[in-house]
């Protein structure tokens, strides 16, 4: 896979030199079993995959070349490059600004900008919306353009059922950046609906079977559906698509869900369903795909607590907290800064939103052991940044104790 020019500073020698030992002892990545730094008191399980995804290192290096190539330019991100804090404020302090903040709200007036303005768009791609109104404002929209080839991949299938007429069901959170382009993309070419979890895709096949009355579907499913859809006949013929960092198995799971809604409904089998539900297997992207099976053989391992470090509005970094926290106490932290000493922790409880203060997170007894991993937008400096601490604790000197 292509290497990228990241800022050295996101870098980690321990965590690449783990991850280039992994990388060549199994090249088909077929292990997930974790790597174990055994600092005696201290064993911490690293997982097998965690950190930057191609798609973040690959808006990490245009953002960052766009910068030092532009000296004295305005620039500008449509909104968050990606969902870590750290990088966001790195290119802050360069004199990026943002033209929104994640859920959409304006913070840069579109009519302050100009036609030599520089406007990178993440890796989340963007709204074909945003798209014209920069054109309007004689800004190309793909000059700087850093959308994911992975979601860009999810937009391509989108279109090619959509062509094939079949409706698009979106799986993912209708307020995220990805999942809105999604949206805008598709319902260019075809009715489509986001559902955000496996209870609407439940409403939406009540509305399938004609179980509950279609003028309820506006209420329900409000800001979620394409304009003029009619769930009376856009829910005839449907394909599934995720927002690429989803739960892979919850997904799959939707997926199989609505596609046996189908064929109850309309009376098919393993050899027609085709005719009414779209294969569109694969649209979740390898990292999130990587890093949530690592989570899986992380948990195989027995452990007192997890750690798991991400920007706290990051979807595929919770996504890994779910999977920790139905096994064993877990702890989201975005940075070893969040560890304030031995006994205390401030750590984000995505579920309500909020930052919980917890005392007495690391246990008494010895060993103790901790299963560690990072989402895809977290540079890997900041996880070492947490073994460095966590190892402290122990009196332990990480660079000269031998990992096993
Ligand atoms: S998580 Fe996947 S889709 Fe998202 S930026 Fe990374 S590689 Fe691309």
Known sequence: MKTFNVPIIYRSPLITAIKNRRRQEDRMKKDFKPTLLDFGALKILLARHFGFCYGVENAIEIAFKTVEENPGKRIFLLSEMIHNPHVNSDLLEKGVQFIMDTSGQQLVPWDTLQPDDIVIIPAFGTTLEIEARLSELGISPL?????????????????QIGQKNYTVIVHGKPGHEETRATFSHSRHNTPTVVV??????????EFITGQRAAAEFPALFKGQYSPGFDVTKDLQRVGVVNQTTMLATETQAIADYIRGVIMDRYQLTEADVSERFADTRDTLCYATNDNQSAVNGLLQEPGDLAIVV????????????????????????????????????????????????????????????????????????????????LAGFYGVNIDEAAMS
Request: hydrophobic share 35%; glycine share 4%; with cysteine.
């Open 143 to 159: 000059q700087y353009n850093t959308t994911c080839p992975f979601v860009e991949r999810v937009w391509n299938k989108a279109e």
């Open 196 to 205: 955000k979890d496996m209870s609407e895709a439940r409403l939406l096949g």
């Open 310 to 389: 991400g920007g706290y509005n990051s979807s595929n970094t919770s996504h890994l907290v779910e999977l920790c926290e139905e096994k064993l106490p877990t702890y989201f932290i975005s940075s070893e800064e969040k560890i304030l000493s031995r006994d205390e922790i401030l750590h984000w409880d995505f579920h309500h939103k909020q930052e919980l203060h917890s005392h007495h997170f690391l246990p008494d007894q010895a060993p103790v052991t901790i299963l560690l991993t990072s989402g895809a937008s977290c540079p890997d400096a900041l996880v070492e940044g947490v073994i460095r601490k």
